[in-house]
């Protein structure tokens, strides 16, 4: 009997990733229980193609979460903060996914996270904005504030720390847009400081390499980047792949928070956080450790070979 690993948000990037290398691993000792909130989705169908088991469990429905858990050996636990912009929901949903796993005995569990970055900046720091009244990066504080909790309940966890996803430049419409004169600009408040950054389906990948390393990841912040990039050196790439000239434009951080989309401060935040803590921020993610989690580890440039045509320049 293989051991089940059961895949939080097995239709999203993470995810979806992680259920997919689970199951290529056909000789391996694991097994994906897919958990998501409709078991009917066409995404969901198609993991159940690949053999995964496939389970109804929703974070607004503790109780779905506990049968989802039941009986699986690990639990990938992962909330999504761009579902709903509140942090306060994604603490609460990291509770009951903590929660879920203390009382079916799961016997490793990795949980998703970033910085709270209010360790770093705190609130009464004015060089940052705080939002909400008590937060200077809503989309990771409570994410890393949510480690103590799983550590207090003595879970046997591991801490995966993640990284910028590139697919942000495609679906977040961050990627190069035409300047005045037509040609690209990409611009980043990101100064000359390096960017960690990572394909969203490595980190599926990276996770499998973390289950499958078993009892020497547990008790452990692992951090995981597919390189660290310059804005310069991203816009030669982008360049190259693209076939257009793609020159990096670094914007002040109070400009980008003041563009106006949902979550612009928020992000303008994060950028003012990996770019004032970049050295931090990267040294805690270890290239050459991700990789031998996953040594299909992407680079920018193999990532763009694939994707570049899905970044809208518009």
């Not at 990096?248 to 106006?260: E, K, N």
């Amino acid at each position: 009997m293989k051991k089940i690993i059961a895949v939080v948000g097995a239709t999203g990037a993470q995810g979806g990733s992680l259920v997919r290398a689970i199951q290529a691993d056909a000789e391996g000792e694991f097994r994906a229980r897919a958990v998501v909130r409709d078991v009917d989705s066409e995404k969901a169908r198609a993991l159940a193609e690949l053999g995964a088991e496939v389970v109804a469990g929703d974070l607004e429905d503790p109780s779905s979460i506990e049968r989802a858990f039941q009986g699986a050996h690990g639990a990938f636990c992962v909330t999504f903060y761009w579902a709903h912009f509140s942090p306060e929901k994604e603490a609460a949903h990291a509770r009951v996914l903590a929660d879920a796993a203390k009382k079916a005995d799961v016997k490793h569990v990795v949980w998703s996270t970033l910085e709270d970055t209010r360790k770093y900046i705190p609130l009464e720091d004015g060089r940052m904005p705080t939002l909400m009244e008590k937060y200077k990066v809503p989309h990771f504080d409570e994410k890393g504030a949510a480690d103590q909790y799983f550590v207090s309940l003595g879970l046997p966890v591991t801490l995966l720390a993640t990284s910028f996803y590139w697919e942000n430049l495609a679906q977040f419409g961050m990627g190069p847009k035409p300047g005045p004169d037509g040609n690209l600009v990409f611009a980043l408040p990101m100064g000359d400081a390096r960017l960690s950054g990572i394909a969203a389906e490595d980190i599926g990948k990276c996770a499998f390499g973390v289950f499958k390393a078993g009892e020497r990841t547990i008790g452990t912040t692992v951090g995981i980047a597919g390189e660290h990039l310059t804005g310069a050196e991203m816009a030669a790439s982008l360049s190259t792949a693209l076939g257009r000239a793609v020159t990096y434009q670094a914007i002040p951080h109070d400009v980008y928070r003041s563009f106006g989309f949902p979550g612009a401060d928020d992000l303008g935040n994060m950028f003012q956080f990996y770019t004032e803590f970049a050295d931090t921020f990267m040294a805690r993610r270890d290239l050459t450790f991700a990789r031998s989690l996953n040594p299909d580890l992407q680079s920018f440039d193999a990532w763009l070979a694939k994707n570049a045509a899905g970044i809208p320049l518009q």
